[in-house]
């Protein structure tokens, strides 16, 4: 007999409606949920190894000290308060049996289910080197983001007190490897943080010290927009101090550095962001995946080869209107929970999923973006405007739109960085592999919350 944690009985609570399991709380899972909130005859359990959704396009700027980690994410349990047909369980899935139709869980009896909807996102990519994940952090998690914040502030301190100017430059040298959005935004990030710390706050350190390295293994940064955006956002990063190395691949990696090509750069901060790949829910099903492990899906989001089992979000693989895969973006994400949810309430499914790109962004630095709506582009200052509203209006509530706005007002006007607080808990803190997908208790809601009070109380920001 399967039970929830707290003894109920799934037979009797689910008799009598279907129960539909969603395991992934991120954006696709949230969306599909909502749809289903209050629907009758409709049970969902929700399960995820966080607690919490995370707005992952802000996450770069918990890891440069724009924002803390309260900011950007909300317990699940609180998004889906309101929907009395929702339960949430935090827990890690190690398995799935169709036949049964159930759900294994790392500790606890397994989850039954009538309908399955697999949102479990995606991780990192290292290529086989797996081991210079602890090096080299990518940007998933509240974790990793608190990693890279502790190593760039971290190194800034060491280098004010570095007795040669060899010690203080490796120090102040970051290397982002990765020239999608995630690496261009994290590199122009970095490259304004540290003048600023450094010009303002750092007796014993110059401008001219800091060394921002963006490598990119093919021909042009930001390869999924048109060439003029690339070669606009290439030019920017080179006037804000980025050095910009396309066509270079990363050999190996060290605590004290990367080599690049068999050149060795000393280096105090190392991030990654070369790539991506599906979660590993494809062999809980035992079927190949798809271009990094992505589960083919039928136009209904329905697992090939299964009837009651779903797929969406970044873990899925469907063909668009171009005839290539969809991307691993919030947005596709989004539309494919908000059909899927709206085809399980309604008990049949309708028409299949199509795709409305919304337009594809990246925000490079201040007064700098970039945006491809497709038929037409927009960059500069226009375009960073664009992306701060569309950003805070896809926050998960007002409170966090609110919050986040005022944030941003203040270090547009003031330069300053509110979060720079360096977590002595965060570099010895491991999830492990996977860990974008662990449920972890993150402390940092205090430091959030105090420091927009002060700022409030004071009219000063820390």
């Not at 290397?175 to 706050?201: C, N, Y």
């Not at 005022?406 to 996977?434: C, F, N």
Request: with cysteine; charged share 25%; proline share 5%.
């Amino acid at each position: 007999m399967t039970a929830y944690p707290d003894g109920n009985d799934l037979d009797a609570v689910h008799r009598a409606s279907r129960h539909v399991v969603i395991v992934g709380g991120g954006f696709g899972g949230l969306a599909c949920a909502m749809e289903l909130g209050n629907a009758p005859d409709n049970d969902v359990t929700v399960v995820d190894r966080r607690n919490h959704n995370l707005f992952q396009p802000l996450l770069y700027q918990v890891a440069t000290a724009a924002l803390s980690p309260a900011d950007i994410a909300e317990p699940i349990r609180k998004t889906l308060a309101r929907f009395k047909n929702i339960n949430m369980i935090m827990a890690e899935v190690v398995g799935i049996e169709p036949s049964s139709r159930m759900v294994s869980l790392s500790d606890g009896d397994p989850l039954s289910y009538d309908k399955l909807v697999i949102a479990t996102g995606s991780d990192y990519n290292y290529f086989g080197h797996d081991e210079w994940r602890q090096l080299a952090p990518g940007l998933k998690s509240i974790h990793e983001a608190r990693q890279i914040r502790h190593q760039l502030l971290l190194a800034f301190e060491k280098a004010e007190r570095a007795k040669s100017e060899p010690e203080k430059q490796a120090l102040l040298t970051s290397i982002v490897i990765g020239g999608g959005p995630t690496g261009v935004e994290m590199a122009g990030a970095i490259s304004e943080l540290g003048r600023f710390m450094i010009s303002r706050d750092f007796r014993n350190l110059q401008p001219d010290n800091l060394k921002v390295i963006l490598v990119e293994a093919g021909p042009r940064i930001l390869a999924a927009f048109p060439e003029h955006l690339s070669a606009y956002a290439k030019s920017y990063l080179e006037n804000i101090g980025v050095e910009v190395r396309t066509g270079r691949r990363v050999m190996d990696i060290r605590e004290d550095g990367a080599e690049i090509e068999g050149e060795f750069v000393p280096a105090g901060s190392i991030i990654w962001g070369a790539g991506v790949k599906a979660s590993p829910a494809h062999s809980w099903l035992a079927i190949p995946g798809l271009a990094g492990g992505r589960i083919p899906v039928d136009d209904h989001l329905r697992v090939l080869g299964f009837d009651d089992i779903y797929a969406i979000g970044d873990t899925s693989a469907l063909t668009g209107a171009d005839g290539k895969l969809l991307p691993g973006l919030a947005q596709v994400a989004k539309q494919q929970g908000t059909y899927l949810g709206k085809s399980l309430r309604a008990g049949k499914a309708v028409s299949g999923f199509k795709f409305r790109n919304r337009g594809n962004t990246a925000v490079i630095g201040r007064n700098a973006a970039v945006f491809d709506f497709g038929k037409w582009t927009l960059k500069g200052r226009a375009a960073w405007l664009l992306w701060a509203l569309v950003h805070v209006y896809l926050l998960i509530n007002f409170e966090k739109r609110l919050l986040v706005a005022i944030q941003w007002v203040g270090r547009y006007l003031t330069r300053q960085r509110g979060a720079r607080i360096i977590d002595e808990t965060a570099e010895g803190a491991d999830d492990g592999p996977g860990a974008p997908n662990r449920s972890t208790a993150e402390p940092e809601g205090i430091e959030a919350n105090s420091s927009f009070v002060h700022q409030c109380m004071t009219g000063r920001r820390n």
